[in-house]
């Protein structure tokens, strides 16, 4: 199987790689449209500013090519913000996948929202032997307010989205590669998809 963690320089690629790895699969870490085009999986990950991050993807072209995807493609965190069709942060255009858009928590919560939460509402094969309100790992500012492709939800001053799903388009909004034995399930059954 060929695993492409998308390179775009906006991302914690090295913790997927070896999180992948300690699931005895080896990823490429690639910003090469016809590597990525010929991937079996792909993982689009993100830390950092949503602006600065699509001028990334619009430089290399990978705005484009990532909606055009049919293999199943996993976002996480700002790569699933990304995905959305808007982000406040920046004042961002997104990639239009999910047909939602991101926005900054109150300041009625501490931002960012950094460490465990718990993550329910489990409705995808994505969370094939996940628990119901299993804690999940999490760093963010901004939000995808609960919608139609919600599979997963977390609350943190109020309930939203913290995982999609679209077609072959899957998004979370916390790091499985940080979340213990529950994140590398994840991130093993998205691998068996």
Known sequence: MKIV????????????????????????????????????K????????????????????????????KQPVLGICLGMQLMCNYCEEGNTQGLGIFDVDVVKFSNKV????????QIGNLNSELFKGIAEKEYMYLVHSFYVPLNEEAIATTEYGIKYASALQKDNFYGVQFHPEKSSKAGEQILKNFLEI
Do not use: C, H
Not at 19 to 37: F, H, P
Not at 43 to 67: C, H, N, Q, Y
């Open 42 to 69: 792909v993982i689009f990950p993100g830390v950092g500013e949503a602006g600065s991050a699509m001028k990334k993807l619009r430089s290399t072209g990978l705005d484009k090519l990532i909606p055009t995807l």
């Open 110 to 117: 501490k931002v960012p929202q950094i460490g465990w939460n």
């Open 5 to 40: 963690i998308i390179n775009y320089g906006a991302g914690n690629i090295q913790s997927i790689k070896f999180a992948i790895q300690r699931l005895g699969y080896e990823a490429v870490l690639s910003d090469d449209a016809e590597e990525i085009k010929g991937a079996d």
